[in-house]
Structures are given as C-alpha cells and as structure tokens.
C-alpha cells in the first residue's frame, strides 16, 4: 500500500520554496504571479522551523524558475532556499540572491515619488543586500525590507 500522505506532499517535477517566512508567504506568490499559474501549487505556512520561528513552504509542480525570478524572492524572503525536484528526488539547491538593481517590482515608500503619482515604472539601485534596502532612483529615498510593497 502506498503512503497516502507522501503521494500528496511528494512532488515529481517542479520546485519547492523553502524558509519563507511565514509573513511573507503571500508577498512570494505575487512576486511570482503564482495566482495566475495553472501548475498544482500546495503550500503550507506557520509550521515549525528552529531558524526563523515560523516559515512557509511552496511546492510548484512542473513550474521551473529563472535566475531573475528567483533573485526576486530575496527582496521579501532573503534565506530563501529552493530545491529543483526531478523524479521525485533533489537534483539541486539554490539559494536567493538580491540583485544589483530592482525595476519595476517594488514600491517606493515615498508618498511624494514621482513613482507614486504618475505612471513611470519604479527603479532602484540595492544598497543593503543583507537586511534589504532599496534607494529610489527618483526620489532617493531608502525603501527598507519591512517596508517593501511589490507593485
Ligand atoms: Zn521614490
């Protein structure tokens, strides 16, 4: 007999999302555009994790991720781990990594940006990688992690 509940938490092909916080689990499905996808996608969030207290998890079945998508998670999730499954088994590792130069993800904090009141696409150049700090091109204004809005 098989195990039922492997048969639902195993995923054959796809990619897992591991170590989201859990505050963050929704802001990592827009970032994605996992709303919009028609892949099976299971995830479970508030479980126990020694490193972050409580984290999420996304499973994607048949759903694979560019270089540039990933490095998006790291702007609300920076200890994010994905594992690539095939075949039921783990053929890789990878971990987030924020990029040089965010356009068009996140929002400025500042209400006064011109990114804010008219319709020009947000730019902004990292200035902290670990704890996550954005300094728009426009306004100058820093835009931390806790304060980060994805457009
Ligand atoms: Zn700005």
């Given amino acids: ?12 092909n796809g990619t897992v999302i591991d170590h989201i916080p859990a505050n963050v689990l929704f802001k990592v ?3 994605l555009n996992l709303d919009k996808i028609d892949k099976q996608i299971t995830f479970g969030t508030n479980l126990i994790s020694k490193k972050l207290g409580k ?4 499973k994607l079945s048949d ?9 998006k998670i790291a702007l609300v999730a920076p200890q994010a781990k994905l594992n ?4 039921y088994s783990v053929v890789e590792k990878r971990i987030v990594e924020v990029p ?12 006064k940006c011109i990114t804010n009141n008219e319709r020009i696409v947000t730019r902004f150049q990292v200035i902290s990688k670990s704890n996550v700090k954005l300094k728009c091109h426009y306004c100058e204004k820093i835009t931390d992690q806790d304060h ?3 457009v």
Wanted: charge should be negative; hydrophobic fraction near 50%; proline fraction near 2%.
């Fill in 84 to 87: 690539i499954i095939r075949d």
């Fill in 100 to 111: 040089e130069e965010i356009i068009g993800i996140a929002k400025c904090m500042n209400p």
């Fill in 63 to 71: 759903t694979f991720f560019i270089d540039k998508e990933i490095n």
């Fill in 29 to 31: 499905i827009s970032i």
């Fill in 1 to 12: 007999m098989k195990d039922k509940k492997l048969e639902v938490s195993a995923i054959e």
């Fill in 55 to 58: 984290k999420a998890i996304i």
């Fill in 148 to 150: 980060i809005e994805i």
